[in-house]
Structure formats: structure tokens, C-alpha cells
């Protein structure tokens, strides 16, 4: 879904781009995931207060929208509009990867049935990290 093009290009192209966030420290992201949010033309976060922290924290000054369980229809329609124009979205959750027990799930399906690109961003996953720690094999 993502190729070498986006890695050397300061512009990704037009694309939902559903980026996996920090769950405990703000450290613990992807060098990926910062620079599609450094790159994209708009975020949109489940909270925006929360992810202007994340933001802040690594100097990304991108435009930031909301997109939360309370208005996810309408802001689906802003996102795909925004795709629709040709422009890079991403969208986050507050912790962890959008659209798995966060908002976002919505808005995937639509722009997939749009016909619009949709490109996984992955990174922290608590359930594997408490695997990791618990000594199964």
C-alpha cells in the first residue's frame, strides 16, 4: 500500500492515511508515523487537545480537525471531501490505531467505498507489548 515514493517526498499523495499513536509515552511512535503527520494537509484526532500534545511534543505543526464518536458521520463527509480534492489526510486516535475501539472506522469504510486510497500507518500495540512481558512463548 505504501511504496518508496512517499519515503523521499516532503508531499504524500492523496490519501487516508490511519496512523497508530503512542499509548503510554509520547516516545513510543513510529519515525513513519511522524513524518506522515509532518507531511499530510490535515489530521484529524479523536481529541484534538490530546493529539496537539503529541504534536507539539515533535514540532508537527499540521492542521488539526476532530473526529470523534459524536460527530464522525459529519466529519466524514469533511474528510472525504478533503480526498476528494486531492489533498493527504490522516487520521489518529487519542492512543493506539484508529478505528479499533477508537473512532475511525466510519470514515475507512467510506473513503474505501469512494474508491480512495487508504494506507495503514501501524506502530504501538498493547496487546503484543504485554505479550512480549508475560513469558509465553
Known sequence: MSGHAEQHSDKLRAALYVVATPIGNLKDITLRALEVLRSVDVVYAEDTRTSATLLAHHGI?????SLHEHNEARATQEVLRELEAGRAVA????AGTPAISDPGALVVAAAREAGHRIVPVPGPNAAIAALSVSGIS
Do not use: A, G, N, W
Request: proline content about 0%; aromatic content about 0%; charged content about 35%.
Open 91 to 94: 487520521l489518529i486516535s487519542d
Open 61 to 65: 505543526r499540521t492542521s488539526l480537525r
